[in-house]
């Protein structure tokens, strides 16, 4: 089965610096996605980014960035001159690629970043 | 359609009771997810739906736990004779069945409180 592991329970980070949120996973695939959501206190989960595994070039959206090393199993989120707004859980999941299975995600435990004025 | 919906947002219930949640998916989406999340964990895969058939459930936490989704459309998630175990959120999510354009949105979640 297939396992997310993130390392850092929380996180804090100064207004308009920037932050690295660590990922690993274990799998013996060799395509599948990965993504960053953030959950928000009391509110609902968003995609933040996604990265397919078979692509090298790492995925980026605005101020938000991976470092993905598929060698290592690793999937770092990098954000950069955080915002308050930026405050929340943030998950690490997995899906396969394979479309005979369920595709669900697998999440890890959550980092809890906090962004400090 | 703004994205995906669930109703209740919390649920408060006694043990023993039976308790049923709601969610519907955005609208082209023909494929419908449950996930469960307790505290401090991520969410945990529950079962899931391509149009109405429900295509892997083995996941489910127990023969208390059961889902459907009748016509393809909005689907509920139901928990029989409750315990406090079951306190958790309840999350839904959906997606298209299109390769490389079927990321999973959640909806904001069902918390369920179970006295």
């Known amino acids: 089965a297939q396992t997310v592991t993130q390392s850092q329970p929380e996180m804090s980070v100064q207004e308009a610096e920037t932050v690295t949120l660590s990922c690993t996973y274990d799998t013996s695939e060799s395509d599948y996605y990965l993504f960053w959501y953030k959950q928000p206190p009391s509110r609902q989960m968003i995609l933040v980014i996604r990265q397919e595994a078979y692509k090298q070039q790492n995925a980026t959206e605005n101020r938000f960035s991976v470092n993905f090393q598929k060698a290592a199993k690793s999937f770092s989120l990098k954000i950069s001159d955080s915002q308050l707004g930026d405050a929340a859980m943030y998950f690490c999941a997995y899906r396969s690629l394979d479309q005979t299975g369920a595709n669900n995600l697998f999440f890890g435990t959550g980092t809890r970043l906090t962004v400090i004025p | 359609d703004t994205g995906v919906s669930q109703n209740p947002r919390h649920k408060i219930t006694k043990r023993g009771q039976n308790v049923t949640f709601r969610c519907d998916p955005i609208s082209e989406h023909n494929r419908l997810y449950w996930y469960r999340q307790t505290l401090g964990q991520g969410p945990e895969f529950l079962t899931y739906?391509?149009?109405?058939?429900?295509?892997?459930k083995s996941r489910l936490l127990s023969d208390r736990f059961s889902a459907e989704r009748p016509k393809g459309s909005f689907s509920t998630l139901e928990i029989q004779r409750t315990e406090q175990g079951d306190s958790a959120m309840y999350l839904c999510?959906?997606?298209?069945?299109?390769?490389?354009?079927?990321?999973?949105?959640f909806g904001p979640g069902t918390r369920l409180t179970v006295l």
């Open positions: 999510a959906s997606s298209t069945d299109r390769v490389w354009t079927d990321t999973q949105y």
């Open positions: 739906f391509q149009n109405e058939a429900q295509l892997e």
